[in-house]
């Protein structure tokens, strides 16, 4: 049974930052591409970053572009999103997917984690 379970998630000042985790279980880890999508109240889930399965490429929403980075570290089944500079516009539920490298139909999701940016 494949697992994705963020953590990391929580109240936040503006300007701050946090550290997202999430971590995978029941699937071979390095055959994902692995992504964070943030879904805010009232609109649509977005992708905000991007890691190929090997790790070897990222992408970014323009709008986290230079404050937001993605890495994973395939010994940990684990992908990170590293936020920085964090504005109330970055308050949301963030989901973990993982996209395999070939047959794209298959993907999973985590269960999300909220990042609240308030003062």
């Known amino acids: 049974q494949v697992q994705l379970v963020e953590s990391g998630g929580g109240l936040v000042q503006p300007g701050g930052s946090l550290r997202l985790s999430c971590a995978a279980s029941g699937l071979t880890f390095s055959n994902y591409a692995m992504s964070w999508y943030r879904q805010a109240p009232g609109k649509e889930r977005e992708l905000v970053a991007w890691t190929t399965s090997n790790g070897g490429s990222t992408n970014f929403a323009d709008s986290v572009k230079g404050r937001f980075t993605i890495s994973r570290d395939d010994a940990k089944n684990t992908v990170f999103l590293q936020m920085n500079f964090l504005t109330p516009e970055d308050t949301a539920v963030y989901y973990c997917?993982?996209?395999?490298?070939?047959?794209?139909?298959?993907?999973?999701w985590g269960q999300g984690t909220q990042v609240t940016v308030s003062s």
């Open positions: 997917n993982a996209r395999h490298r070939v047959r794209y139909s298959i993907q999973y």
